[in-house]
């Protein structure tokens, strides 16, 4: 998913445990920083991941092998050695090539699987070796071999079920181990893999299938023999477990079963295992399937635990259960200590072990040596042989240094110690001759392999830099087979370089002799490039060899080409397609004699990719302003687990407003939400270009305009209230609109503020006034933009009252005169405490008439003495 531009992201996912990283061009990603997080159901996990920026720079191209065209939209991960190494990501551009910050002490760049099986292209046998350790690299070239023959099929149960989301995994003359390939089975078990022609051998990955308590079928990894523009059906299956594996996993003697460790069951010739988890007596139940098996406890739990495992090997038969397995757990008491040396200096990461059969029943422990090469082995009493791993990741032959016997190391109530100095091997080089490659023929498939020597190990050949071309038709792949159809003669002088997985390189001159032939009719197009609904579409077929011209057709029985496509007679398929999809099909070349030449193919049609192209709604200067564009069809790019990811966007021309800002909204497996939201700053009107692209590389975008404006400037201030002389007043006159900063002040030909008070710039009437009256102004605000309104506004400024002496009527009855302004409100009020100023108690409201009026206290107690005062009010 991507995050926000703040960096904030939100991932829905089932009940589990999941190691969370960060992905973005430009920095790298660490997987010693991922964040490692356990959701239990309806829980919410808060968890910050961290990016450092990339130091280095790789650039290059990636090719097509046979004509070095540029391939646009691969995928590549650019790594290294060792968790903090960290890796970073990579794609090419619509022209092939590529330039990708990557970690210092990035060494190989492996091309994506997965970003190759849509376009019918194969990934190098091994990654592309450089070294960025003194800085930048360039220069970098990947050639990619497309697949020119097909696997297709299905995936079933042993209720003829598809399964799908099994990884497939290949092996064929460019891909030298058995591995996935990026394609996986769809929901129906359904599968299509393109292969290089010749021998190959295929199958369901078996890890993905024992997550599911699958186990493979007896047929399900085939092999065959696959020639140019050849198919072959293979369906797979896949079984429930036919055996069980029941014991317990007890420590020391006496002490009891060992509870919540994981039992391993590994077949002898996969990388996956079943697995089960051990009960409170450490009972455990593993089902399997029949074959030789190594079945152990997981050293990391053990470890924890402070204990050292046993593992046993186990022949299993279908049927038959075993049961009464005992795994022992010893407790560890000591440590072999030691130091790994090459040539005098510290070896890191080299793996060492150390091995003890006491009655029957074998411990290991293992341990990779660090920076300064040193290691140490958690053992208990017993005689062990201590050695380092020869080959492979860790190996002292991959370092480049010769491979040591084991040493013999007793513990008995202490510590040991086992060093190690190497010496190292012999030097990298081709060994392969001019003589041994042989000759080859015009029109006749040729298949030789270059073979290199040394301690070093995963050989990659390539042409060397400046080497004379292959003869055409003919290529190098990583693992050193050097294959095709020529089809030119002649005598071509080529150089091959070897790299080793150390970087270390050797360069070898060749010279093969194409003899000339009467070239077989071949079809030469294997890709056709991708279309899209609506978009004009135009591929023009390409043969070679035969007699005469050419004719093109459907091969008799071919499915149709995709909707709105035809293939005319000179070999061009063109159209305007008019439905998504992937659709294969077979097309036959004729020549002059009648012979014929058949080539499967296929074309990816994706939904037109399409941009909504609405008039923006206008905007308000400091209001809240929200649209969106709808962006739809085309070849979403997508999560690690397969869901719809949305699209990319661009801002090729314009901006958007000041305070306004984009955001990817609400994504669906059909379309996307683009989202233009802030609080506009600034009036104008803002024409931009907003484009979206997708991961086929298709493209769309639109003109927009967003037009904002200032709201109308008004003072909203309607009224004073009335200020009474010798009283401090303050009014602060409140306004709208328009645009920052206001200024106010007295309009021009106004009557001035009463004196002494004053208007100030920002607004605030203020003083205390000197004499009462009605006084009537005119006040201007000026805005930002020098735009200004008036408004008249009338103060009244009322005396303060005066009372006379109070004078006895009748009995306690009392009367006074209040002088004060005509027309003006005053509240009366009598008080027999005047330190007490919450007891004033109301007798009455009167308007003075002609500024007096007589009042008189009907209510006056004779005791205790009353005082009066009057209250101006509103």
Not at 130 to 159: E, H, M, Q
Not at 598 to 608: A, E, G, S
Not at 809 to 821: M, P
Request: charged share 5%; net charge neutral.
């Amino acid at each position: 998913m991507l995050s926000d531009t703040a960096g904030n992201y939100s991932l829905q996912v089932p009940v589990g445990s999941y190691a969370v990283n960060a992905l973005k061009p430009g920095y790298v990603t660490r997987f010693d920083l991922s964040a490692n997080v356990t959701v239990a159901a309806a829980q919410v996990v808060t968890t910050n991941l961290a990016l450092t920026v990339a130091p280095r720079t790789v650039s290059g191209r990636v090719t097509d092998a046979a004509t070095t065209l540029g391939l646009a939209g691969v995928q590549m991960t650019f790594g290294g050695d060792g968790s903090q190494a960290g890796f970073a990501l990579g794609f090419t551009d619509t022209n092939g090539n590529f330039s990708v910050p990557v970690p210092a002490g990035a060494s190989g760049a492996d091309v994506s699987e997965a970003s190759l099986a849509v376009r019918g292209y194969v990934a190098p046998a091994n990654a592309t070796l450089f070294d960025t350790t003194a800085g930048n690299v360039t220069g970098l070239n990947i050639a990619l071999s497309n697949a020119t023959a097909l696997v297709y099929g299905r995936l079933t149960n042993s209720l003829g079920q598809g399964i799908g989301g099994i990884r497939i995994k290949v092996r064929d003359q460019n891909r030298s181990a058995f591995g996935a390939v990026g394609v996986t089975t769809f929901a129906d078990g359904s599968y299509t893999v393109g292969v290089l022609p010749g021998p190959v051998t295929f199958g369901p990955d078996t890890d993905d299938l024992m997550r599911l308590g699958l186990l493979p079928a007896s047929a399900n990894v085939l092999n065959g023999t696959l020639a140019v523009g050849g198919a072959l059906l293979a369906n797979l299956g896949a079984v429930p477990p036919t055996a069980h594996l029941r014991g317990r996993v007890l420590q020391d003697p006496g002490a009891g079963g060992v509870a919540g460790v994981r039992v391993y069951a590994s077949p002898q010739n996969s990388g996956g295992s079943f697995d089960a988890q051990t009960a409170a007596d450490g009972s455990f139940d593993v089902g399997v399937g029949a074959g030789v098996y190594y079945v152990g406890v997981s050293a990391d739990d053990l470890s924890g635990l402070g204990l050292l495992a046993s593992q046993l090997q186990l022949t299993v038969v279908d049927g038959v259960d075993q049961n009464n397995l005992v795994l022992a757990a010893r407790t560890v008491t000591g440590q072999i200590t030691g130091q790994v040396t090459g040539d005098g200096a510290p070896l890191g990461n080299v793996n060492v072990f150390a091995s003890f059969t006491v009655n029957g029943t074998n411990f290991n422990a293992n341990a990779t040596t660090d920076g300064g090469g040193q290691f140490s082995l958690g053992v208990f009493n017993g005689t062990w042989q201590v050695g380092l791993s020869c080959n492979g990741s860790g190996g002292v032959g991959t370092l480049g240094f010769t491979c040591v016997n084991n040493q013999t190391v007793v513990i008995n109530g202490a510590n040991g110690t086992a060093n190690f100095a190497l010496t190292a091997c012999g030097a990298l080089q081709v060994t392969t001759t001019s003589a041994q490659l042989g000759g080859g023929q015009v029109g006749q498939f040729y298949n030789a392999q270059i073979q290199a020597s040394g301690c070093g190990q995963s050989f990659s050949f390539s042409l060397s830099p400046g080497s004379g071309a292959l003869p055409p038709g003919v290529n190098l792949f990583g693992n050193g087979n050097l294959s095709g159809t020529p089809t030119s003669s002649g005598t071509f002088n080529f150089s091959v370089r070897v790299t080793d997985n150390t970087s270390a390189t050797a360069d070898k001159a060749f010279s093969l002799i194409i003899t000339g032939s009467s070239a077989p009719l071949q079809v030469d197009t294997t890709v056709l490039a991708e279309a899209q609904v609506g978009v004009v579409y135009s591929q023009q077929l390409a043969a070679s060899g035969g007699q005469g011209t050419h004719g093109w057709s459907l091969n008799p029985g071919s499915l149709p080409l995709p909707g709105g496509l035809n293939l005319a007679g000179d070999g061009t398929i063109s159209g305007t397609p008019t439905t998504p999809g992937t659709n294969y099909f077979s097309v036959r070349v004729t020549d002059g004699a009648l012979a014929t030449a058949d080539q499967l193919l296929f074309i990816v049609v994706y939904p037109m990719l399409q941009m909504a192209n609405p008039a923006l709604p206008g905007g308000t200067v400091g209001v809240a302003y929200s649209t969106q564009v709808l962006v739809s069809g085309g070849h979403q790019f997508t999560t690690g687990g397969g869901a719809p990811n949305g699209y990319g966007s661009t801002f090729p021309n314009g901006s958007l407003p000041p305070g306004l800002n984009f955001s990817y909204g609400t994504v669906s497996s059909a379309n996307q939400q683009f989202v233009i939201s802030g609080t506009p700053t600034t009036t104008g009107t803002y024409p931009f270009t907003m484009g979206a692209y997708d991961a086929s590389g298709f493209q769309v975008s639109r003109s927009f305009s967003i037009t904002i404006t200032a709201s109308t400037l008004q003072i909203t201030t309607t009224a004073l209230t009335n200020a009474l002389v010798g009283a401090a007043a303050s009014y602060p006159l409140q306004a709208s609109g328009g645009t920052l900063p206001y200024t106010w002040s007295i309009a021009n030909g106004s009557q001035p503020l009463p004196s002494p008070l004053t208007l100030s710039s920002g607004g605030l009437i203020s003083g205390t006034p000197a004499a009462s009256g009605t006084f009537n102004f005119i006040v201007r605000l000026t805005d930002g933009v020098a735009t200004s309104v008036t408004k008249s506004l009338v103060l009244t400024i009322n005396s303060k009252p005066r009372l006379s002496a109070p004078g006895r009527v009748a009995g306690n009855q009392f009367a006074f005169t209040l002088t004060g302004d005509s027309g003006a409100k005053y509240r009366i009020e009598a008080n027999t405490n005047v330190a007490n100023l919450a007891s004033w108690t109301n007798l009455g409201t009167n308007t003075a008439t002609g500024g007096t009026f007589l009042f008189t206290d009907t209510t006056a107690p004779g005791l205790p003495r009353r005082f009066y005062r009057a209250v101006l009010v509103p």
